[in-house]
């Protein structure tokens, strides 16, 4: 009898062990966290070539402001990952609008040894939203959001900026009475001379 209890013991602790080695060096987005410097909603100007402005180099409600995004990558046991690829941690608008290069919204480095890694530096992405952002390991979000929206001069999201996003812009730029936030880039909240000069610079701005 005392050996069969021993024996049932040594089989349990064998399941949870294997359980936890099969977690190990996994992910686990329920275990993982995004959060941001800045504490209100922020917009990063984003050129598909990359021209654009890093995360803390956004502009908030009061001017620019710092809205880099610290992330940690943690396993299920938990534990941080170290060397996580930056390329399995990418950023996307909650809406689709900001339509990123291939590669082009990925994390500024692999982790390191804390399981951490940031998105600082300018995005290769054009599109626009005033929706949240979300954080994504290997596919899967980490759950919530944070408040960050992106405009570029590439208004159409195509992954260039040519004439049609300047067809756009005319359009919006003549209509003063109706707010058009994806030509405001320089994000005043108003569409008018401060925002030609961006779009101006970035003509025959493409995807790497």
Known sequence: ?????????????????????????????????????????????NVP??????????????GAVDATITVVVNDGTPA?????PFEDVWIESLDGGMVACTGGATADASTDALGMTQFQNPLQAGGWSLANTIVLINGNQIPGSVSIGYNSPDLDGSGAVNLTDVQLFAGDFTTPATYD??????FDAIVNLSDLPLLAAAIGASCP
């Open 49 to 62: 070539n990359g021209n654009g402005n890093g995360f803390d180099a956004a502009v908030g409600a009061g």
């Open 80 to 84: 941080p990952i170290a060397n996580y």
């Open 181 to 186: 936030f994806r030509s405001d880039l320089f």
């Open 1 to 45: 009898m005392v050996l069969r209890k021993l024996m049932g013991i040594f089989a349990i602790t064998l399941i949870v062990c294997a359980a936890s080695l099969a977690t190990a060096g996994v992910p686990d987005v329920t275990q993982c966290s995004a959060t941001v410097n800045h504490s209100g909603f922020a917009v990063v100007y």
